[in-house]
């Protein structure tokens, strides 16, 4: 019997609104793994590289828990609960993506919209190498009105430009969610600024995932040539290229 795994995750947009009810973000499951016995999740050291091993986590110790086989959706319900226990704030948006896997419209506490991305767009991820704490960048920032419905906004637009096939709708939708993002408290560090601007300059957007302060930074290409050209560029300024993909649950 196969030893029993569950998937990380990455932030696509809308981090920060899905932690205010009935708000939405774009979420997807990556193929690094967490079970009981290791976790892919963090490094040598043990450091975290911000793939939502806290909600994955919780996904794992509720499926090992339960003696019966849980539905997707009992797992869902069963592990947000869990990890509310411990964090009240939690949107879901992580125990949503180690549940259902791929790519997820998600509105917090809710079952969510799966979607797939065009197997010709490409995912790019810089690990900068300093740990974020969400719920203390969370906690910092007093979200406004604007902020939330502008998300939410930006967050339909990019599913509908992802449903579409339409890369460049969705270049644009990841440049206008990094511009709102930079409205916000602490979440922009010198290296996540120069890991975007870099790649822009090989003519792409890239945004953070997650509360930002650290972690990962994100970009997609359609050209798969042009992806040892932004990873040079990362690790010219000490931002880690991950090796992460998509996972589908299949």
Not at 126 to 145: D, F, R
């Amino acid at each position: 019997m196969s030893e029993m795994r569950v998937p990380g995750k990455l932030m696509l947009a809308g981090e920060y609104a899905v932690t205010v009810p009935k708000h939405l973000a774009l979420v997807f499951s990556i193929n690094r793994f967490i079970s009981q016995t290791k976790s892919e999740l963090v490094n040598r050291q043990g450091v975290k590289y911000g793939l939502g091993s806290s909600g994955a986590y919780a996904v794992l110790k509720t499926k090992s828990d339960n003696l019966l086989p849980l539905s997707d959706d009992e797992l869902f319900y069963k592990a947000l609960a869990f990890s509310r226990q411990q964090q009240p704030q939690n949107s879901g948006a992580d125990i949503a993506a180690s549940t259902y896997g791929g790519l997820l419209l998600y509105e917090n506490g809710q079952l969510p919209i799966q979607a797939r991305f065009p197997e010709s767009w490409h995912l790019l991820v810089g690990w900068t190498g300093q740990p974020a704490v969400t719920s203390e960048l969370v906690k910092n920032n007093q979200l406004s009105q604007s902020f939330i419905q502008t998300s939410d906004q930006i967050v339909r637009n990019m599913f509908t430009a992802i449903k579409d096939r339409n890369f460049a709708a969705f270049s644009q939708q990841m440049h206008l969610a990094e511009d709102n993002l930079e409205k916000l408290t602490g979440v922009m560090t010198q290296k996540i600024v120069q890991g975007i601007r870099a790649a822009n300059r090989c003519g792409y957007q890239a945004k953070i995932s997650g509360a930002g302060g650290g972690d990962n930074i994100i970009a997609f290409t359609e050209k798969i040539d042009d992806i040892p050209k932004i990873q040079q560029e990362w690790r010219r300024i000490g931002i880690v290229p991950l090796d992460l993909h998509v996972y589908y649950k299949k």
